[in-house]
């Protein structure tokens, strides 16, 4: 450590005592994320471990306990110049809690306050889990629009700045779509401030993987509860099983919290659950109780039948739960079944999904593996430059599998080069550069809300490109 660094941890120490942690082997425990899931980035990752040393250059693990702390720590940190990378559970799965250029990792599950219901909103310290904010919601009738699969392990405030998306994105969008009422954010200078930054205002902090502010509070919005049942289905066909997920998308009456049609080859994957469904193309689904008929009535209208698997609870289920086999948890389903597969977030032509995925088809066959589901996210439409009145029943998405990815080196690239020839639109999960995640494509007010929240880019250095640094 050079002794610019040890003023820098002396003076965090100070006002933090065992607070901050310059343990070796815990430091090197909270670099890793769920990257692996990425054989690009962890690829990536692994190199700049052997260069730069299982610490990768980080001083110390900062736990502040509440925002008074918090400004504590980004005034220390502004003063030395030292660059911070905050870190939630780790579950995010883009290399996002392995700092380029050592620092501290502010680790924001000491930031866990009680919840609190306000009107009809939650608030919450940002270290909170987001299965707790659901809990608060539950308490008064509610829920949140959006639940992230991780949700009993993932803090709210990594959610917004990792994530998108969650249980209930067919009906509520992604993170961008009003689910966030206000965040609180504490700026990276000598003298902190807190922002209080309201609906829009808070767009710049969501998804930009924790560069441009540092959240100590959020406030998301929630909708009324229903009971929901997990549910699976079996089509004759896969066009069978995305035309049924269509229209369950489109009619207004019918509610669902996920509905997700998998190819054939993807279903042994799901286990006891794929036999449930018997063979064919299936569907998850997390339905509200009260409408399980209405919706047989609908899959027997495309060929179809579904049948029920347990009732979803957001603590212990007796069995395993579909909620945790749809979204980013589906990955870990079909890892088991393809040890060498690899993921892409791929967005198809609202006006004829199946189009493009029979363009894929023909040029991978087997080697990809298709989901179909429905984000109903007007901002994502906009930033995919997709015409928001062809999407009747939501923007088309999927996480494809792409098969011997671990063993053939460019085959994500491949797949992503062939996109791009088709005019098929995604979201590179293989990336954490902002500018190169492909949803952003007017970088301007990210970066002035770095400029303002962040000066000397202290946060998460790497992460935007084109941030603006004052000397
Ligand atoms: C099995 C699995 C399933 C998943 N399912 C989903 C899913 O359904 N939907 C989805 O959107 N994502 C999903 N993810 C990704 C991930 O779980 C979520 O994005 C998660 O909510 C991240 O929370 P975290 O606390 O683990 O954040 P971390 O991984 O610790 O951090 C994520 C990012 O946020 C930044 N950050 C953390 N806290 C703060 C803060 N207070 N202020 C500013 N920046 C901060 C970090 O620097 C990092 O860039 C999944 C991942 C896995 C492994």
Redesign the pocket.
């Known amino acids: 450590m050079s002794a610019a660094d040890l003023d820098a941890v002396a003076d965090l120490r100070a006002v933090l005592g065992d607070a901050v942690s310059v343990d070796r082997t815990a430091i090197a425990r909270v670099l890793k994320?769920?990257s692996w899931?990425s054989p690009v980035l962890s690829e990536q990752i692994d190199r700049r471990a052997q260069e730069a040393g299982p610490v990768m250059g980080v001083e110390a693990v900062v736990r502040p306990r509440d925002e008074q702390e918090l400004l504590q720590v980004t005034a220390i940190a502004a003063r030395h110049r030292l660059p911070i990378?905050?870190?939630?559970?780790?579950?995010?799965?883009f290399g996002?809690?392995t700092p380029e250029r050592g620092g501290i990792v502010l680790d924001?599950r000491g930031?866990n306050g009680t919840c609190e219901l306000e009107g009809d909103a939650v608030r919450a310290s940002?270290?909170t889990l987001?299965g707790a904010l659901e809990r608060t919601a539950r308490t008064a009738g509610r829920e949140l629009p959006l639940l992230?699969?991780?949700y009993a392990?993932?803090?709210v405030?990594?959610?917004l700045?990792?994530?998108?998306?969650?249980l209930g994105s067919g009906a509520h969008g992604a993170i961008w779509d009003g689910s966030v009422v206000r965040l609180r954010a504490v700026s990276v200078e000598q003298q902190p401030v807190v922002h209080t930054l309201e609906g829009a205002a808070a767009e710049p902090?969501l998804h930009t993987?924790?560069a441009v502010?540092?959240?100590?509070e959020v406030t998301l919005r929630t909708v009324p509860a229903r009971r929901w049942v997990e549910a699976v289905g079996s089509f004759p066909t896969f066009a069978d099983a995305c035309a049924f997920v269509a229209a369950l998308a489109r009619d207004p009456r019918l509610h669902e919290r996920a509905v997700t049609a998998q190819e054939e080859g993807l279903m042994p994957a799901f286990g006891e659950l794929a036999q449930l469904a018997g063979a064919g193309p299936g569907v998850l689904m997390l339905l509200d109780a009260d409408q399980l008929a209405d919706v047989g009535a609908l899959a027997a209208a495309h060929g179809g039948t579904i049948a029920e698997w347990q009732p979803w609870r957001l603590g212990r289920n007796e069995r395993p739960s579909i909620a945790a086999m749809v979204?980013?948890?589906r990955?870990?389903w079909v890892m088991r079944a393809f040890r060498d597969a690899a993921f892409a977030h791929l967005y198809f032509d609202p006006a004829d999904p199946l189009w493009d995925i029979a363009l894929l088809k023909e040029r991978f066959g087997e080697r990809l593996l298709v989901e179909m589901k429905y984000i109903r996210s007007p901002w994502m439409l906009r930033a995919l430059g997709l015409d928001a009145a062809e999407a009747k029943a939501g923007l088309p998405a999927s996480v494809v599998v792409i098969r011997g990815a671990r063993e053939h080196e460019d085959r994500v690239g491949e797949l992503l080069r062939f996109c791009d020839a088709h005019g098929i639109h995604y979201q590179n999960s293989h990336t954490n550069v902002i500018e190169d995640n492909g949803l952003f494509a007017d970088v301007a007010p990210i970066v002035r809300a770095k400029a303002r929240l962040d000066p000397h880019g202290l946060l998460?250095p790497g992460r935007l490109r084109s941030a603006e640094v004052r000397p």
């Open positions: 994320d769920a899931l990378t905050p870190r939630g559970a780790g579950t995010s799965g996002l809690v924001t930031l940002a270290g987001q992230v699969t991780t392990s993932a803090t405030g990594g959610w700045a990792g994530g998108h998306v969650g902090l993987f924790g502010g540092l959240i100590s979204y980013g948890h990955m870990l998460n």
